[in-house]
T-cell receptor, first 115, second 112 residues
Framework: DAGVIQSPRHEVTEMGQEVTLRCKPI?????LFWYRQTMMRGLELLIY????????DSGMPEDRFSAKMPNASFSTLKIQPSEPRDSAVYFC?????????????FGPGTRLLVL | GQQLNQSPQSMFIQEGEDVSMNCTSS?????WLWYKQEPGEGPVLLIA?????ELTSNGRLTAQFGITRKDSFLNISASITSDVGIYFC????????????FGQGTRLTINP
């Protein structure tokens, strides 16, 4: 079975450029999560969706960050304009809630370097 | 906000030794999860715990959901070199809320 798919796997860009990260969740999963991982702050939840609707975006750092989920099989995380402090690994995860039980499965991540 | 304290931060052991790590919180969690992350990859789910007091095994891994619902531990028996990685605990709080809170991770290094 295909897991969570993320693209690109690596991204190097210059400060001020727009960056778009992409995610395809596991088919049938109804939750999608975007995380950021850095050495200093560990894994941080940025935003999550349920049935394509954003539920909680309180972790989004600032207005430069935006996320969309136009359909059940695709989501984007956009940074515009990018800054060096945005350099991190960005993970997408998906899950399916069965009763009260749900576990999240992570993609391989996008390693972003903003110069 | 909710925070998890994971310890130890790092471990250096010999192959064949047993490993134990734990997470504690000041808040109650309904679910505890343990993930392993290898270099260049995303976290991979190892064990999920859904009931207080639950003890679950997955091969050489054993994890328990604390009775108070504020802690969990993960044990690895007879470690092997492929166990190297960073282990994260994660807690899920309120019913219906899907947010996970992650511990800081335990970096496991194994000498062959």
């Amino acid at each position: 079975d295909a897991g969570v798919i993320q693209s690109p796997r690596h991204e190097v860009t210059e400060m001020g450029q727009e960056v778009t990260l992409r995610c395809k969740p596991i088919s049938g999963h109804d939750y999608l999560f975007w995380y950021r991982q850095t050495m200093m702050r560990g894994l941080e939840l940025l935003i999550y969706f349920n049935n394509n609707v954003p539920i909680d975006d309180s972790g989004m750092p600032e207005d430069r960050f935006s996320a969309k989920m136009p359909n059940a099989s695709f989501s984007t995380l956009k940074i515009q304009p990018s800054e060096p402090r945005d350099s991190a690994v960005y993970f997408c995860a998906s899950s399916l809630l069965l009763g009260q039980v749900e576990t999240q499965y992570f993609g391989p991540g996008t390693r972003l370097l903003v110069l | 906000g909710q925070q998890l304290n994971q310890s130890p931060q790092s471990m250096f052991i010999q192959e064949g030794e047993d490993v134990s790590m734990n997470c504690t919180s000041s808040s109650i969690f309904n679910t505890w999860l343990w993930y392993k992350q290898e270099p260049g990859e995303g976290p991979v789910l190892l064990i999920a715990l859904y009931k207080a007091g639950e003890l679950t095994s997955n091969g050489r891994l054993t994890a328990q959901f604390g009775i108070t619902r504020k802690d969990s531990f993960l044990n690895i028996s007879a470690s092997i070199t492929s166990d190297v990685g960073i282990y994260f605990c994660a807690g899920q709080g309120l019913q219906g809320a899907q947010k996970l809170v992650f511990g800081q991770g335990t970096r496991l290094t194994i000498n062959p």
